[in-house]
């Protein structure tokens, strides 16, 4: 595998349901990031981790929570979500976060859909 | 507040030339992104900017003004799989990058 891989590439969940959206990335980066992507709107920066840690957290309710286990694992955890929740959820890593200026180099994103 | 803008969509044929501009608002300027995603696949990096003037990478060229806010992206020689949508992104003086809505490019034969 090279780059940057996400699972699942589709998930419909219901709002009760608890699941979980997984990130590797193969290109040896130490920060990486994840976005929400809704149709015909910005990119919003929900979570970064750099060498492991969290170091910026965009006002993300709480029904999301961020794992990075190491610099090449990174998780979402989704619990109670809403409809308007879905979107696609995008992961990404560059060398560091240290300056937004590191080109960003993204996975495919998962798709969710919360009925 | 800080703000991107770039037209939602355009239209053009293959063959042809599109320039797709990107005008913003930010609180400082650290350099700006060019990225392209096609449908239900990843962003990709195309090019980033910090100095004015006009960068060529084979079919695609970005150019940056910093006095006025504005970039476009020039792409030449159309191909249809060029049909995708284009972001741009600028670096402002927090080191925070701000997303604009992103441009859907639709070639037509």
């Known amino acids: 595998e090279t780059g940057v891989t996400q699972t699942p590439r589709h998930l419909v969940m219901g709002m009760t349901n608890k699941k979980s959206l997984k990130c590797e990335q193969h290109?040896?980066?130490?920060?990486m990031y994840w976005y929400k992507q809704s149709a015909k709107k910005p990119l919003e920066l929900m979570f970064v981790?750099?060498?492991?840690?969290?170091?910026e957290n965009n006002s993300v309710p709480s029904r999301f929570s961020p794992e990075c286990p190491n610099s090449s694992h990174l998780f979402l955890h989704l619990h109670t979500l809403q409809p308007e929740d879905s979107a696609l959820y995008l992961c990404?890593?560059?060398?560091?976060?240290?300056?937004?200026?590191?080109?960003?180099?993204f996975g495919p994103g998962t798709r969710l859909t919360v009925l | 507040g800080q703000n991107i803008d770039q037209p939602t969509e355009m239209t053009a044929t293959e063959g042809a030339i599109v320039q797709i501009n990107c005008t913003y608002q930010?609180?400082?300027?650290?350099?700006l992104f060019w990225y392209q995603q096609h449908a239900g696949e990843a962003p990709t990096f195309l090019s980033y900017?910090?100095l004015d003037g006009l960068e060529e990478k084979g079919r695609f060229s970005s150019f940056l003004s910093r006095s006025k806010g504005y970039s476009y992206l020039l792409l030449k020689e159309l191909q249809m799989k060029d049909s995708a949508s284009y972001l741009c992104?600028?670096?402002?003086?927090?080191?925070?990058?701000?997303w604009g809505a992103g441009t859907k490019l639709i070639i037509k034969p």
């Open positions: 990404a890593s560059s060398q560091t976060s240290g300056g937004a200026t590191d080109t960003q180099y």
């Open positions: 290109l040896g980066h130490n920060a």
């Open positions: 981790y750099n060498f492991k840690e969290q170091t």
């Open positions: 930010t609180s400082g300027f650290n350099g």
């Open positions: 900017n910090v």
């Open positions: 992104a600028v670096v402002d003086s927090n080191y925070q990058l701000i």
